[in-house]
């Protein structure tokens, strides 16, 4: 069953702490993304991964940093940097890199600060 | 700064009604365009995607594109309860980036 699964579903951190939210996907796609979802706003890109090793920063990409070491995965940090980083966190996949294509979500991850 | 724009709602409308969404985006160079419904606390999921002008229909749904003018809508025909959610209209603009919209709150009355 092909999907993108992301880890945890919440997540609470503490002040001044690092977090790593996972992302990795089964459907053999090139491309990778990470948005963040604040209420009533629209999805925001932070970073997105064309291929192995490569990776672009979005928008708003100040406080996070990400790897992508394998096609299947792509995780997110929150670094003590993101000064407001609660907000619903979201993966997404496409199948070819070299044009715009149709973006999969994973589930999500919900991240508080305490 | 690359645009989409929604009226972000809550448009209501009673069930077996038709529902009409409606998007504007800014850049003329845009070149695909997508529908995504998201239920509230889930992640956004493809309902349509449209790339020529005109009108694409999928079941109860119709994508309705005008490049001339910048605009693109979805209807839901014989709305149903379970159509209620947040509709994100996206807009790819030719590079690697999709711009999203903020979303239209759908409410279908039973």
């Known amino acids: 069953d092909g999907g993108i699964t992301q880890s945890p579903k919440y997540l609470f951190r503490k002040e001044g702490q690092n977090v790593t939210l996972s992302c990795e996907q089964n459907l053999n796609h090139d491309a990778m993304y990470w948005y963040r979802q604040d209420p009533g706003q629209g999805l925001r890109l932070i970073y997105y991964?064309?291929?192995?090793?490569?990776?672009q920063k979005g928008d708003i990409a100040e406080g996070y940093s990400v790897s992508r070491e394998k096609k299947e995965s792509f995780p997110l940090t929150v670094t003590s940097a993101q000064k407001n980083p609660t907000a619903f966190y979201l993966c997404?996949?496409?199948?070819?890199?070299?044009?715009?294509?149709?973006?999969?979500f994973g589930p999500g991850t919900r991240l508080t600060v305490l | 700064q690359k645009e989409v724009e929604q009226n972000s709602g809550p448009l209501s409308v009673p069930e077996g009604a038709i529902a009409s969404l409606n998007c504007t985006y800014s850049d003329r160079g845009s070149q695909s365009f997508f529908w995504y419904r998201q239920y509230s606390g889930k992640s956004p999921e493809l309902i349509m995607s449209?790339?020529?002008?005109g009108d694409k229909e999928d079941g109860r749904f119709t994508a309705q594109l005008n490049k001339a003018s910048q605009y693109v809508s979805l209807l839901i025909r014989d709305s149903q309860p379970s159509d209620s959610a947040t509709y994100l209209c996206a807009v790819a603009t030719g590079g690697f980036k999709t711009i999203f919209g903020a979303g239209t709150r759908l409410f279908v009355k039973a």
């Open positions: 991964s064309q291929i192995v090793n490569d990776f």
């Open positions: 997404a996949s496409s199948i070819e890199s070299r044009k715009t294509d149709t973006q999969y």
């Open positions: 449209i790339y020529s002008n």
